[in-house]
């Protein structure tokens, strides 16, 4: 299983981003995806995830609204489109999914959000 993380970058508050997590190795149209981040100090937490198909999707409070999650089965890549972005936004943003039983993670992108 290999995920691999791109897109991430620095922003001045209110801009926006589009991270992208390219997936291999396993059946990626048969997995959920989620997005998580950490903020230095911080837990790493979840930030969005998205069901095999696409047809269901989960935010965290404090981005919903701003952040979309979405998913290309026919190239294996899942997105996350990121919107008036904050300061607090400020993190290593990973993509991650479970299969047989082990949660994989890619590197990480960071995302910095200032003035």
């Known amino acids: 299983v290999q995920l691999v993380e791109s897109g991430g970058g620095l922003v001045q508050p209110g801009g926006s981003l589009r991270l992208s997590c390219a997936a291999s190795g396993f059946t990626f149209s048969t997995r959920t995806m989620t997005w998580y981040r950490q903020a230095p100090g911080k837990e790493r937490e979840s930030v969005a995830s998205?069901?095999?198909?696409?047809?269901?999707?989960n935010y965290a409070r404090s981005v919903k609204g701003r952040f979309t999650i979405s998913r290309d089965n026919a190239w294996n890549l899942v997105y996350l489109q990121m919107n008036s972005l904050r300061p607090e936004d400020t993190a290593v943003y990973y993509c991650s999914t479970d299969v047989l039983g082990t949660t994989y993670w890619g590197q990480g992108t960071q995302v910095s959000v200032s003035s």
């Open positions: 998205i069901t095999s198909t696409g047809g269901s999707t």
